[in-house]
């Protein structure tokens, strides 16, 4: 499984050759079809989709500080940006970081960073009041995915929520360890970047939740559009009581 030096690597060099469909894949949106306006149009809907979930699920979400995790080009920092006082975006691609600050359209608002880290101490403990991270962790190495989410739990202000997607494997795919997938894509790919999968169990996140002093509001699981017979997706909506 990729440490996160050879993280940087693959995704430093996705975010230089095709960056808003290594975030939002599709067959017709390959080779940089992706028109920016509709790209981060994406964001800003789904954003008030999730807002608006959380609180239909009778949660409360102070309009402070705000986290993407896993930023990319800043697709949903932007958004964030509407709903929030402050937005900081934090990803591990210097190239998605360096395109993420060109688009970036609310001045000192948003701050992005660069971490090479399995941690997130760049961030003060309690400095936010919502987190948010969809179709990153996926990308993460089970073991760092946790770690990552315990986290959270820490940065995370007394009421503050966080809102994130994990997959876990199913069929055929869940008998295949991660270290063995990702040596047969090292070797299809020819040593070239790809994007990795990685599911975690939904007992594990909760557990992490738990120790780290969150209470699960919600976890909701579907099937994964387009990988249905290899991974299911999981939602957990947290608060910190």
């Known amino acids: 499984m990729m440490n996160i030096r050879q993280a940087n690597k693959n995704w430093t060099a996705l975010g230089e050759s095709d960056p808003m469909w290594a975030i939002l894949t599709g067959d017709d949106k390959r080779g940089r079809k992706w028109n920016p306006e509709e790209f981060f149009a994406t964001g800003q809907e789904e954003v008030a989709r999730v807002l608006q979930k959380i609180r239909e699920a009778g949660v409360t979400v102070h309009q402070g500080a705000a986290l993407d995790f896993g930023c990319g080009l800043g697709r949903l920092s932007q958004a964030l940006a509407q709903h929030f006082q402050r937005v900081d975006g934090v990803d591990v691609s210097a190239s998605m970081i360096r395109q993420a600050q060109q688009y970036n359209r609310h001045g000192d608002k948003v701050e992005y960073h660069l971490n090479i880290k399995t941690d997130l101490s760049l961030f003060p403990r309690n400095r936010f ?77 909760e557990r992490t939740i738990r120790e780290g002093g969150g209470r699960l509001e919600r976890r909701r699981t579907e099937a994964y559009a387009g990988w249905e017979r290899r991974f299911a997706t999981d939602f957990f909506l947290v608060v910190k009581p």
Not at 160 to 175: D, L, M, P, S
Not at 184 to 197: D, Q, T, W
């Open 129 to 205: 009041d919502f987190i948010y991270s969809h179709i990153v962790l996926q990308h993460i190495p089970p073991r760092h995915q946790l770690l990552y989410i315990a986290e959270f739990m820490d940065l995370l202000k007394t009421g503050g929520v966080a809102y994130f997607q994990t997959i876990h494997a199913r069929g055929a795919r869940a008998w295949f360890p991660n270290w063995f997938v990702d040596s047969y894509r090292f070797v299809k790919h020819r040593g070239k970047a790809f994007i990795p999968m990685y599911g975690v169990r939904s007992s594990e996140v």
